[in-house]
């Protein structure tokens, strides 16, 4: 079991940028595989993109591709979801989960395959 932490949401006007951060609680997500996923009120929980265990490839869901980048240190495993231009529609609960397989295993990007959820980080981009 891993003890996930998000930060860095807030409210921020539309065509801003914020940086999210994952981390655990009591060790490090080195050699995990990381996603974020974000949930609106009365919506469902969406795949935002998703990081492999060394930071090597990343994934994104296909709308968000372009504004929103995922990295990772490589020292601590730290999980950063860089989001650019950001728009009202991106207003939600931000989530980091791990996921329980490697990309090498399969490529679901459903919740389904996450689990150690994070509490979230609510992000509100305003007009």
């Known amino acids: 079991q891993v003890q996930l932490v998000e930060s860095g949401g807030g409210l921020v006007q539309a065509g801003g940028s914020l940086r999210l951060s994952c981390a655990a609680s009591g060790r490090t997500l080195r050699g995990l595989t990381i996603g974020w996923f974000r949930q609106a009120p009365g919506k469902e929980r969406d795949f935002v993109g998703a990081i492999d265990w060394s930071g090597t490839s990343a994934y994104y869901a296909e709308s968000l591709k372009g504004r929103f980048t995922i990295s990772r240190d490589n020292a601590k495993g730290t999980v950063f979801l860089q989001m650019n231009s950001l728009k009202p529609e991106d207003t939600a609960v931000y989530f980091c989960?791990?996921?329980?397989?490697?990309?090498?295993?399969?490529?679901?990007?459903?919740?389904?395959?996450?689990?150690?959820w994070g509490q979230g980080t609510q992000v509100t981009v305003s007009s």
């Open positions: 989960a791990r996921r329980m397989t490697p990309f090498t295993t399969d490529q679901s990007m459903g919740v389904m395959s996450y689990t150690d």
